[in-house]
């Protein structure tokens, strides 16, 4: 019993120990973040992206605005813990509301304002009540942070699947590409700043590692 779970441990240590230096990253950026040292960047790089990313375009990636709400992807994880049969899988609900507790806290203390109205460039007529609810600053990206928790699930289940090669090394590039899409929507659209999709990233993909310990 003690060996089988000394080995359940060793495996899932190196989750615990890539999770924990994300959640580090994660802080150590948002103090510089607060510090305003990112300033200038995320100024410079919105105007760069929505410069190269033709406005036709902006009614296709608002539906990354709708994928990744809080609703949309609660939902998704709810059916991969379905399909996965594992009692353990109801623990990730806990998880995914801790990771936005850390979000909210992030937004509500973390000084750091959303981009001015003319950046704005949601095209659709449609909100979820999600997008309603503004807890403070736009410091982390609530998007990113989903999207990268759920990618970083579907490759480690897509990894122990019994899917062939070539069909997981193609869910692999979709999965990437649908996070690079989300990133690169949120500056395009002007919902979010660069770092704010970075700090984001680094949050969802720490809380993602720290779940695979529980699957």
Known sequence: MLQSLARAFKRRLPFFIIGGVLLILFYAFSFLVSRDVFTRFDFDMTV??????????????????LLGSFEVMLGILLVLIAIRKKVQGIFLAGIFGLMHAVEIIGKAFLDHPATPFMFHRYALDFFFPSGYIQPGGSYPSGHSMRTAYLAVLFIFAINNSKFPKKLKL??????????????????????????DVIGGSLLGAAFALFSLILL
Do not use: C, K
């Open 48 to 65: 760069r992206i929505q410069n190269q990313i033709p406005v036709r375009i902006d009614p296709y990636l608002s539906w990354f605005s």
């Open 170 to 195: 193609f869910s692999y590039s979709a999965i990437l590409a649908i996070f690079v899409m989300m990133a690169i929507s949120r500056v395009s659209l002007g919902e979010h700043w660069t770092t």
